[in-house]
């Protein structure tokens, strides 16, 4: 079967973990008969050096036309002083909201051999953590009308989050259906004790709760959940939250895990083609050396196996393969933490768990 997916491999150390993503996925091609094609599209600060613009039409218009989307990742010191709409992080909005992306699934899963790694203390993370972030993605704040106005005490800014019932029961469903899916544990995250949008929020995911009765479901504010997270990471399952809370939470629990450099995610619509991202930037400060860890990345192109094409044995022959390199002792210098380890490259990386995948 052929396979058509869009590759946007963006900027800093976007080019160099996509590289190593389509190297895997044609390793995994010829090992199960499949055909994995990819069309390169420009997306970020390196489309505004081309063609002056973060997201180009050419770029949308592939990745519709497209069965799924690999990003890596974009922006950099070099488009810093653009102003908002020319950024290349707003390329990233704009391809969520053409795709129709409003949950992005983001798994926090301490690999047993980076427990060492991970800045908890020993006892905190020795039983493991695997929590899947269910968050809202084309909503909220990150949305919602800003700008400068004159205040008060002279010239000020804002920026206000707005979220319909319809946005909330949508996002809340994706998140009820994937606790089904694990062991059925849903936290809710939200700031009802101040917020009008979280106050909606709550009711609405209150409503899908009683037609869940099989989830165990808890709300917390988005304060306790920072620290019930670094407290005992291993209470929580599924967790849904708004896009901002999500951003900020998700990058915590990654950290828990070791880095940064080791989160996948999964970006999905209405349709099967979703988008598929590390979650992590574009790493400027280690682009074009060869450090970067590319785990990341290679799980990301696992999740658009399993989500996107159904390829479930596929995905996990993936995951098999970087549990067994790190079984094995292989880090990048961002994992190496107390193993004593020395560190190996981005190419070094990808070598191994080619070997690995057979
Ligand atoms: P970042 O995630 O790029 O880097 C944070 C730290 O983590 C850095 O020290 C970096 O070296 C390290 N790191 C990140 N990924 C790594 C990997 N795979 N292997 C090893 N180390 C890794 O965040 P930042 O520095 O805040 O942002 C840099 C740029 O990326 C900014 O322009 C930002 O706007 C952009 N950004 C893009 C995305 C995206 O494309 N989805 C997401 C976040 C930030």
């Not at 489309?47 to 770029?59: F, H, S, W």
């Not at 810093?80 to 798994?107: C, F, M, V, W």
């Not at 999500?246 to 988008?275: V, W």
Request: hydrophobic share 45%; charged share 20%; glycine share 10%.
């Amino acid at each position: 079967m052929q396979y058509n997916i869009a590759l946007l491999k963006g900027d800093g150390i976007g080019p160099e973990i996509t590289e190593s993503a389509v190297k895997v996925l044609d390793r995994i091609g010829r090992k199960f008969g499949h055909a994995f094609c990819f069309a390169p599209y420009l997306i970020g600060g390196c489309a505004i050096d081309a063609v002056g613009v973060p997201l180009p039409q050419e770029t949308v218009d592939g990745c519709l036309a497209s069965d799924s989307v690999l990003l890596g990742a974009v922006g950099g010191p070099k488009w810093d002083h653009l102003s908002g709409e020319q950024r290349p992080e707003k390329a990233l909005l704009g391809i969520r909201a053409a795709l129709g992306l409003y949950t992005n699934l983001r798994p926090a899963k301490l690999f047993p051999a980076l427990r060492g790694a991970s800045p908890l203390r020993r006892d905190l993370v020795d039983a493991g953590f695997d929590i899947m972030i269910v968050r809202e993605l084309t909503g909220g704040i990150y949305f919602g009308e800003r700008g400068y106005r004159q205040g008060r005490f002279g010239e000020e800014a804002y920026d206000t989050e707005a979220y319909s019932e319809f946005e909330i029961e949508r996002i809340g469903r994706a998140a009820f259906e994937t606790a089904m899916k694990r062991s059925r544990r849903l936290t809710s995250v939200d700031k009802a004790n101040v917020l009008e949008t979280s106050r909606l929020w709550r009711k609405t995911m209150h409503r899908l709760a009683a037609e869940y009765p099989a989830v165990a479901y808890q709300d917390l504010f988005v304060d306790n959940a920072a620290m019930q997270l670094v407290r005992n990471p291993q209470q929580f399952d599924v967790i849904v939250t708004s896009n901002m809370f999500g951003d900020i939470l998700s990058d915590e629990a990654s950290q828990l895990t070791g880095s940064i450099g080791m989160l996948a995610s999964a970006s999905l619509g209405e349709t099967t083609r979703g988008m598929y991202e590390p979650i992590h930037g574009s790493a400027p400060d280690i682009a074009g050396q060869n450090k970067a860890n590319p785990i990341a990345m290679i799980l990301s192109a696992a999740m658009m196996l399993r989500y996107a094409f159904g390829l479930s044995s596929e995905a996990a022959c993936i995951e098999d393969a970087v549990d067994a390199v790190l079984a094995a002792g292989f880090r990048t210098a961002d994992i190496i933490g107390d193993s004593g380890a020395a560190a190996c490259s981005c190419t070094e990386m990808t070598a191994e768990i080619l070997k690995a995948i057979g």
